[in-house]
Each structure stands twice: as structure tokens, then as C-alpha cells.
């Protein structure tokens, strides 16, 4: 019995063993990533049927927190790019005829950066909307 031969072959063996669980072939790949776009595919359709249920809710809370985002979100932009820049120009005007204290700043600008996402979000389900009226599908009714 030569227990160094038998040693070298066990570890032989063993490395072996660990080199096959290591590498996937394509057929795997494949398999799995079939899994995963069926899992994805899954999900798309739950989040598909929970947004059905929404919209058609009787109720303004669960029906209308889209419109509401949207409408927050349509008023900030109008607020930071137009409101915010006339009033400062107002301010100007105010501040040069001395109705407002030349050392008084105006109001800070609001920071919408956490805003931006959910707005561009939104803007990105809109495009839904495109989708729909090439279809002719009506979504008048609330």
C-alpha cells in the first residue's frame, strides 16, 4: 500500500471535482438566464396587475397619488425655472427702487434634487401614454 499515491490522487481527485463545479457551461448560462427573465417577466406582470387595481379604485387616495406626483412634480418645475427666476428679477426691480432693503437677500431657491428622479420617473411612465393614444385606447374615464 503506497499512501503517498493514494494521497496525490485523492488530491487529484479533489481539485478535479472543484475545477467542474467552477465552470458553467453555455447550456447552463443559458438555463439560467432563462430563469431570470422569466422571474423578471413574472414580476413585471404582478406590478402590471397591482397598477390595474390602483387606477381603478373608487377611491381619490389610491387612484389619484399618480396625478398627485405628477402635479407636484409640473409645479416645482414651473416654480424653479419660471416662478423663482421672475421673482428675483421682482426683486431687483423692488430692491432698485428702494421699496426693498438693498442689504436683504431674496428668498434661497428650493433644492428639487430629490425631486428630479420622480418627476423624470414619471415623465418615463407618461410615455405610456403615447403608447395608448397610437392604440386608441381610451383612458378618459377616472
Known amino acids: 500500500m503506497n499512501l503517498l499515491g493514494m494521497g496525490i490522487g485523492e488530491i487529484i481527485g479533489g481539485i478535479g471535482k472543484?475545477?467542474?463545479d467552477l465552470h458553467t457551461s453555455d447550456e447552463e448560462l443559458l438555463k439560467i438566464a432563462l430563469q431570470e427573465k422569466t422571474i423578471d417577466a413574472g414580476i413585471a406582470r404582478g406590478q402590471m396587475e397591482v397598477n390595474k387595481a390602483e387606477a381603478g379604485h373608487k377611491s381619490i387616495f389610491v387612484a389619484g397619488w399618480r396625478p398627485f406626483i405628477g402635479w407636484v412634480g409640473g409645479f416645482a418645475m414651473v416654480y424653479q425655472f419660471i416662478g423663482y427666476p421672475m421673482m428675483l428679477w421682482g426683486w431687483s426691480l423692488l430692491q432698485a427702487?428702494?421699496?426693498?432693503?438693498?442689504?436683504?437677500?431674496?428668498?434661497?431657491?428650493?433644492?428639487?434634487?430629490?425631486?428630479?428622479?420622480?418627476?423624470?420617473?414619471?415623465?418615463?411612465?407618461?410615455?405610456?401614454?403615447?403608447?395608448?393614444?397610437?392604440?386608441?385606447t381610451q383612458t378618459d374615464k377616472i
Not at 423624470?120 to 386608441?136: E, N, P, Q, V, Y
Open 18 to 20: 472543484i475545477a467542474d
Open 97 to 136: 427702487n428702494g421699496i426693498v432693503p438693498a442689504d436683504l437677500s431674496p428668498p434661497p431657491m428650493i433644492d428639487g434634487s430629490n425631486l428630479w428622479p420622480i418627476v423624470t420617473g414619471m415623465l418615463g411612465i407618461g410615455g405610456m401614454r403615447s403608447f395608448d393614444k397610437a392604440k386608441k
